[in-house]
């Protein structure tokens, strides 16, 4: 069985994934014990990594330990310089076509995550490269900030594959399945 290309991320009710300062306090807020059960049965399934540099650069900020060792990971920047995480691991590359061809084939048939960054996997909406959503609703409204998807293809068609609530915060983990023509 092949893998997925997945986005897994959390997002408010109203659709973003950060504030308008690039800010996640009001998800971290939120506490991460009702939800560890899903994270770790998400990430037993994946064989690579391919996340955008706004997230690595948050993490380095935000002294993150990086989660990461052991799984090939893939780091989409134009830029020259990234910043170091202890023990992070990972391949810089400038398109994220070319990083999804490489995850995959080192993949070796798991899912890939995509880690952070609605832009990033909106470029891939745009390619036709991704493959499942797995969008964490928290029960909070930013009014702006970051999108959680943003694209420019046609409308895309969704499958919901589950709803589940998680905890009792009020979230829901949405998995949706992109809908073949």
């Known amino acids: 069985m092949s893998g997925s290309t997945v986005y897994y991320v959390a997002q408010s009710l109203d659709g973003f994934i950060a504030d308008r300062d690039d800010a996640l306090d009001w998800l971290l807020a939120f506490g991460f014990d009702d939800f560890q059960q899903q994270y770790d049965a998400f990430l037993s399934g994946v064989g690579a990594i391919v996340m955008g540099a706004g997230t690595l650069r948050w993490l380095a900020a935000e002294g993150e330990p990086w989660g990461y060792t052991g799984t090939p990971t893939w780091v989409v920047s134009g830029s020259d310089t990234l910043p170091s995480i202890d023990g992070a691991q990972y391949e810089q590359v400038a398109d994220p076509v070319t990083a999804i061809g490489a995850a995959r084939a080192a993949a070796a ?3 890939v995550w995509v880690v952070g960054g609605g832009r990033l996997a909106g470029s891939l909406v745009d390619a036709g490269l991704l493959d499942r959503l797995h969008l964490t609703v928290m029960p909070v409204t930013l009014g702006t ?24 915060a009020g979230a829901v983990e949405l998995r949706y399945r992109v809908r073949s023509s």
Do not use: N
């Not at 999108?147 to 589950?162: F, K, N, T, Y």
């Open 145 to 168: 900030g970051t999108r959680v998807l943003p694209h420019s293809a046609a409308s895309i068609p969704w499958h919901l594959e589950s709803a589940t609530p998680i905890g009792s």
């Open 109 to 111: 048939g798991r899912d």
